[in-house]
């Protein structure tokens, strides 16, 4: 499995960014896709996760009402909307991915996730 994020870059509070991750690789098993991101001196944090077969999706606390995590299995991509963005949004952003299992289940957490991409950094200023 292989991940590439990108679409990071400069934009100013209350702006908008879309990032991107392209996937390869995924067998038959579903997987579970989720975005993380960190900020200097600050542990991964969690931003939001879906199934790539659809079904729920999950965001941090954080980013909830502004962000909005969506897949297009056609062109084998992911993708978060960044909205109202603000400054403590500053960070390198990382998609990821796992193997849901015969749960189904969709991680949230950083352990979760086994399988990820280099990192494309947003940087929001006030």
């Known amino acids: 499995v292989q991940l590439q994020a990108s679409g990071g870059g400069s934009v100013q509070a209350g702006g908008s960014l879309r990032l991107s991750c392209a996937v390869s690789?995924?067998?038959?098993?579903?997987?579970?896709i989720g975005w993380f991101r960190q900020a200097p001196g600050k542990e991964r944090e969690f931003v939001a996760s879906t199934r790539w077969s659809g079904g729920r999706t999950y965001y941090g606390d954080s980013v909830k009402g502004r962000f909005t995590i969506s897949r297009d299995n056609a062109k084998n991509m992911v993708y978060l909307q960044m909205n109202s963005l603000k400054p403590e949004d500053t960070a390198v952003y990382y998609c990821?991915?796992?193997?849901?299992?015969?749960?189904?289940?969709?991680?949230?957490?950083?352990?979760?996730?086994?399988?990820w991409g280099q990192g494309t950094q947003v940087t929001v200023s006030s």
């Open positions: 690789g995924f067998t038959r098993d579903d997987y579970a």
């Open positions: 990821a991915a796992h193997s849901t299992g015969s749960r189904l289940r969709i991680g949230t957490t950083e352990r979760e996730f086994d399988y």
